[in-house]
């Protein structure tokens, strides 16, 4: 019997909340017995607090966060799945534009981010526009690998029955790349939110519609650690959630058939 039928699927989710349980504990334990100052390093308890006591206006900049980041991923999704559509079918377009992508990709967000929000008068379109650059070159890339992973064979065995290029796309090529799509998915979810707080970090963006990267800012500048530290634990839990999302997407998309979500059974 393999080691993935013996374990217990609970198993997956009861020990890495025993191990944050425990983190959390050492944590506690070590912020009182050495009596550590709350502005050098708070513990979970009173950080705990802290988010209750500001849970109105972070729930504000958190939802500002989580706008900013799910509208960089549908960005990514649908301009990534399109252009990478495009690389499988063309090879001169590949060559034309997949340069300009891989430079997108390796070009530091830090680095562009200041001449966005030169040329883009509004804060939320140049954050948003931050976001999708980060989040858009692995969903690119894995689009294009899954179309052209598809098995020879079976695409000799569609054009022997004469299937139209649209029966190929929909039972063929799109059922082979789904797999190495959710894989870019689960990457490029995480990287929308570091897109949207590293952006926000650059812009240095005050006021009401802001995200939690300005709250975090403006609890450092204060010396309020605590207060940064739940903001922190809000980025944290959503970039968690994020990926527990995908994870479940993949299970329902992938579970019934492809052997990533099946265990190998």
């Given amino acids: 019997m393999s080691r993935a039928r013996q374990e217990a699927p609970w198993l997956r989710w009861v020990v890495p909340a025993v191990v944050a349980v425990a983190a959390l504990v050492a944590w ?4 009182r017995i050495y009596q550590l100052p709350q502005y050098l390093l708070p513990g979970p308890l009173l950080v705990g607090k802290t988010l209750w006591a500001n849970f109105g206006s972070l729930m504000g900049s958190w939802w500002y966060t989580v706008k900013i980041t799910f509208g960089a991923l549908g960005l990514a999704i649908v301009g990534g799945v399109l252009l990478g559509g495009l690389f499988a079918v063309s090879r001169w377009v590949e060559l034309s534009l997949f340069p300009f992508a891989v430079v997108l990709q390796v070009t530091p967000i830090v680095a562009i981010a200041p001449l966005i929000l030169i040329f883009i008068d509004s804060t939320t379109a140049a954050l948003l526009l931050c976001a999708w650059i980060v989040a858009f070159f692995p969903i690119l890339a894995n689009t294009v690998v899954g179309l052209r992973s598809a098995d020879a064979r079976l695409r000799d065995l569609f054009r022997l029955y004469r299937a139209t290029r649209w029966q190929t796309l929909v039972h063929l090529l799109v059922p082979s790349a ?11 979810a995480g990287l929308s939110l570091i897109g949207a707080v590293v952006a926000e970090f650059t812009a240095g963006a005050a006021g009401r519609e802001t995200g939690l990267a300005s709250r975090i800012l403006e609890a450092s500048f204060r010396t309020e650690m605590p207060k940064m530290f739940a903001a922190l634990v809000l980025v944290s839990l959503t970039g968690i959630a994020l990926y527990g999302l995908m994870l479940l997407l993949s299970h329902w998309l992938l579970g019934r058939w492809h052997d990533s979500e099946r265990g190998g059974d």
Wanted: without cysteine; charged residues 15%; neutral net charge.
């Fill in 28 to 31: 506690e334990a070590v912020v």
């Fill in 178 to 188: 789904l797999p190495y799509f959710m894989a870019g998915l689960r990457v490029a």
